[in-house]
């Protein structure tokens, strides 16, 4: 699941895979028994990740924009960045109680 996100996430914009995404997805993870609140975060992740990283990336013509930087350029200082957020995902799916932990108190 999480790959075929981060790939909408690349050319789609994250409220409209929201939407279009969420009530086909839901019924498979609520069958899975995957806690709804983890995958939305998870999905949420993976389309910022999604948005910063090209061919469509939004977020990188923005700042391509308001910088006035090349989009060759920017991707490259961008790596980082997405390489962490890539890292927390990954333990986001491996321990899914960093996700669930604040919902327990309440």
Do not use: W
């Not at 910063?52 to 350029?73: A, D, H, N, Q, Y």
């Amino acid at each position: 699941f999480v790959i075929f996100f981060l790939v909408v996430g690349m050319f789609l914009e994250g409220l409209a895979a929201i939407i279009i995404l969420m009530p086909v997805f839901l019924p498979f993870i609520n069958e899975l028994g995957i806690d709804p609140i983890h995958f939305g975060v998870v999905f949420v992740i993976a389309m910022c990740i999604g948005l910063m990283t090209p061919p469509v990336g939004v977020c990188l013509f923005v700042i391509s924009r308001i910088g006035s930087i090349g989009i060759e350029k920017l991707s490259l200082h961008v790596l980082p960045y997405c390489l962490m957020m890539l890292f927390m995902l990954t333990l986001l799916i491996i321990f899914p109680a960093l996700s669930l932990f604040l919902t327990r108190f309440v």
